[in-house]
């Protein structure tokens, strides 16, 4: 078993910072890549951010420069940096983990419970 466990989300003002926190535990034998999503009311869950094993990142055009994913790989934490945050980054935050449980297992992905952030004007 699994499980991806969310925090750090909450109310913050426009310009603000957050940072968000989402920790694999149970059977993990390796994990490749993690990733942030987000979904906003009546809208479709949009890819944010994501680093792989190796460390190389790639960002949605709308938070360059403004968001910085990173991660811990011996505490199996993914982290989101969110700095200058917008009224437009007010959604439930995702993270995204795929994974090996075992050696020879296949790789698999597995979601957090989500976050709610809330940027206010």
């Known amino acids: 078993q699994v499980q991806l466990v969310e925090s750090g989300g909450g109310l913050v003002q426009a310009g603000g910072s957050l940072r968000l926190s989402c920790a694999a535990s149970?059977?993990?034998?390796?994990?490749?890549?993690m990733d942030w999503y987000r979904q906003a009311p009546g809208k479709q869950r949009e890819l944010v951010a994501s680093i792989t094993s190796g460390g190389n990142t790639n960002y949605a055009t709308s938070v360059k420069g403004r968001f910085t994913i990173s991660r811990d790989n011996a505490k199996n934490t993914v982290y989101l940096q969110m700095n200058s945050v917008k009224p437009e980054d007010t959604a439930v935050y995702y993270c995204?983990?795929?994974?090996?449980?075992?050696?020879?297992?296949?790789?698999?992905?597995?979601w957090g419970q989500g976050t709610q952030v809330t940027v206010s004007s």
């Open positions: 149970g059977t993990i034998f390796s994990i490749s890549a």
């Open positions: 995204n983990v795929a994974l090996r449980s075992r050696t020879y297992s296949p790789l698999r992905s597995y």
